[in-house]
């Protein structure tokens, strides 16, 4: 009788502790149906009758071999490229996602009736239709005439740069790894410092499409070592000529006399003689650049000393010979 009066008092307790879970558990799973009604039907109006879904809401997606991975923009298997549906219902192919940054080129596909326009570092670039860009720099692409809609962004790097200071993927992308020369360095869910100068390799996937991606660039926030020779006077005034130095293999130089481009013939052995007002210009791949501003005054080169030596002797000569020749004459 014992046993069996325990065995009901056990029964008794255990059924208690199940009727308080359930009434602590009831609130909270009604609470997130109604939130997930809220969600899910939060939108007031008709629905498209075609596809039974909120009018323009990614129904371009719903196609075999597409995959929606935000809001305005999807994945075309087919193509391997990204696509962005746009109001007119035409459609935006890319190569590159919206907040992408790559090393290489980026391939646009556009065939709608709308202008196309596209701006690198906010100058408009020439590009009808489809295109492929190279050049290093902040794209963005529009589309529309008089009130150009922005439809994505993204970023193209050469093999080193200064441009980037920090790597935020785009959305619906995960970092999965980072690394600096060659040792592994911090990273966020989102986003890699970039800031110091090193051989970056960023590792990142977009779980909705399956697929891999890695950004490899080398961050050089240093100038080049420009270097020039000439003799400084008393006045600032450089009274010599200029032999730019200094420069490595894949730097370019600029040079500006009183305002106007100087041509230079090849950036190695450059000497600048003529007397005015420069500004010379170095920048190597990555972006960086380093600037001097100098004046060249009038001063006596060695063909002008020569010059005036000859002219002197010459001189020299001439009278001497008249002297000679008077006195040779007196003898007489």
Same mark, same amino acid.
Request: hydrophobic share 40%; net charge negative; proline share 8%.
């Given at each position: 009788m014992k046993k069996r009066s325990l065995n009901r008092k056990a029964l008794r307790a255990l059924s208690a502790l199940l009727l308080l879970f359930l009434l602590l558990a009831l609130p909270a799973m009604a609470e997130g149906e109604e939130s997930g009604e809220e969600d899910e039907f939060s939108y007031v109006g008709e629905l498209d009758p075609e596809t039974g879904d909120v009018p323009g809401r990614a129904s371009s997606f719903s196609e075999?071999?597409?995959?929606?991975?935000?809001?305005?923009m999807g994945y075309d298997a087919a193509r391997e490229q990204f696509v962005f549906p746009l109001t007119d219902g035409t459609e935006l192919f890319s190569s590159a996602a919206d907040g992408m940054i790559v090393t290489g080129r980026v391939i646009l596909d556009y065939t709608g009736p709308s202008a196309l326009t596209v701006y690198r570092n906010g100058e408009a670039v020439n590009l009808a239709g489809a295109g492929e860009l190279r050049d290093p720099g902040v794209y963005a692409v529009a589309v529309g005439s008089e009130t150009a809609a922005r439809v994505c962004s993204?970023?193209?790097?050469?093999?080193?740069?200064?441009l980037i200071h920090a790597y935020t993927v785009p959305e619906g992308f995960l970092l999965r790894g980072a690394e600096r020369d060659g040792e592994e360095i911090e990273y966020s869910r989102y986003t890699v410092e970039m800031e110091q100068e090193g051989k970056y390799v960023v590792r990142y996937r977009c779980p909705l499409i399956d697929k891999d991606y890695t950004l490899s660039v080398v961050i050089d926030r240093t100038p080049p070592n420009l270097i020039l020779s000439g003799t400084v006077g008393r006045d600032g005034g450089v009274h010599s000529a200029?032999?730019?130095l200094g420069l490595e293999p894949g730097d $370019?130089?600029? *040079?500006?006399?009183?305002?106007?481009?100087?041509?230079?013939?090849? $950036?190695?052995? *450059?000497v600048l003689t003529d007397t005015g007002v420069y500004t010379v210009t170095a920048a190597d791949a990555a972006g960086n650049t380093v600037k001097y501003d100098f004046t060249i005054m009038l001063y006596l080169n060695t063909n002008a000393v020569m010059f005036i030596l000859l002219f002197a002797a010459v001189v020299a000569s001439v009278f001497i010979y008249a002297f000679w020749k008077r006195k040779s004459l007196k003898v007489r």
């Open positions: 075999a071999g597409r995959a929606e991975i935000s809001p305005g993204f970023t193209i790097l050469g093999p080193s740069t200064n200029v032999q730019v $370019a130089l600029y *040079v500006t006399r009183d305002g106007e481009p100087v041509r230079l013939n090849t $950036a190695d052995d *450059v």
